[in-house]
């Protein structure tokens, strides 16, 4: 008589293929009454309930009927030091830093400190149903050590570094090539693929390194497989007039990276938003991904992201959402495709709910050449997934009223939909890593 395997049924919903590409109708799976059975914290079948639970004679079966499951998101790019600086009033990006994070980033020497803002800022995640997210720390090793640590206890996929940083910005937030190399070598060392995580070489942006510095990353990258570049790209004007003045014979800000080997298929650029053809042609040959980032686009006045100028290069430019957090303005995906909603309407484009919902999933993950192991539901994936309540609130419930659960795609993509523009933390009743329920310790220590 063997365990019985932990089941899950209710409306469950992921990707399969790429929306942009494929007809949507054959890019979403849909079990309107379905059934996920896990094995060991991972995907052992998906399938309809009635179909499915007759073969399985020994299930545990957690009834989530009238619920959405979906694989958990994946935010492609945020900063856990901003997390308390999140709605600071004013300025745009330069002013912005100077005024209000590069002060908090300073508090990030003290590891208690930063074990606190490390802890809260994952729970934030996973009450937000963010499974995996791509996080910038600070200059300071002992920052990124605590939130792998906290990663690690939550058994969460995370990708993170230490940030490289050797001018421009106050001294006390300074390293030095030298140092940043010996520490980043080390922190590679103590966590690239322990568990879940994996390294990211993260220089901040071009502008606060100097050639020397952003040569060490470079040479960091080819030391080890795997790695990832993480860093920001032309999100703003101003900034971009800097980078000219900063490297004259760059011939434009992304070739300011190429010249030191930072630009390859394992890259991660945060925003794009002022590409020229010609550096939309360059990431579609290396692959990079773009971090898509609407509400911090929108809250610093930086523009607006042109998605339709990234899929039309051949082959197309990975592209994922990201919060951005803190100039992001909410932790939800759910409000971030919202606002990338509205961001590709103002351009007469459009962001369609199963585009949004796989940017959020199977998009980011094929981003991150994560496909194998996370994005969807496929056997032997690990079992990170989200429980939505998609009336939990007077409104949702009655604007879904009629589709509990949804039959059809079209009702499915309706229902997506009304998730991506009134959707918050409060629909998101469960999360699960790797078949656990996670549950938050800050809200059981206040309910008490
Ligand atoms: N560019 C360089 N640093 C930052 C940062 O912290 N936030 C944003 N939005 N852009 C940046
Ligand atoms: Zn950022």
Known sequence: HSAAYPAFRGAIADFLHNPFLHRESESVRYFPDGLLILENGQIKAI?????????????????????????????????????????????????WLEKYVFPVEKKFQDPDYAQTIADFFLDELLRNGTTTAVVLTTIFPQSVDVLFTAAQERQMRMIAGQMLMNRNAPDFLLNTPQSAYEQTQNLIQKWHRQDRLLYAVTPRFAPTSTPEDLEIAGYLLRQYSDLYLHTHLSENTQEIAWIKQLFP?????????????????????????????????????SQSAIAFCPTSNLFLGSGLFNLQATQTPSPAIPVGLATDVGAGTSFSLFKTMGDGYKVLQLQGQALSPFQGFY???????????????????????????????PAS??????????????????????????????????NIEATYILGNLWKDNEQLTMNN
């Open 47 to 95: 399938g309809d309930y009635q179909t499915l639970h007759t073969q399985y004679p020994h299930l545990d079966i957690t009834d989530y009927s009238g619920k959405l499951i979906l694989p958990g998101f994946i935010d492609l790019h945020i900063h856990y030091p901003q997390t308390e600086t999140i709605a600071s009033y004013g300025e745009q990006l330069l002013e």
């Open 359 to 389: 940017l959020s999933t199977l998009g980011a993950a094929q981003a991150l050449h994560l496909e194998a192991k996370i994005g969807n539901f496929e056997p032997g994936k690990e079992a990170d997934f989200i429980i939505i309540n």
């Open 393 to 426: 609130t007077p409104l949702m419930k009655l604007r879904n009223q009629n589709q509990m659960p949804p039959e059809t795609l079209s009702e499915l993509a309706d229902q997506l939909f009304t998730l991506m523009i009134l959707g918050d933390d409060r």
């Open 249 to 285: 014979k760059a011939s434009d800000y992304l070739n300011v990276y190429e010249q030191f080997g930072l630009v390859t298929e394992r890259s991660i650029f945060a925003h794009g938003i002022h590409l020229s053809d010609s550096e939309r042609q360059r990431l579609s040959q």
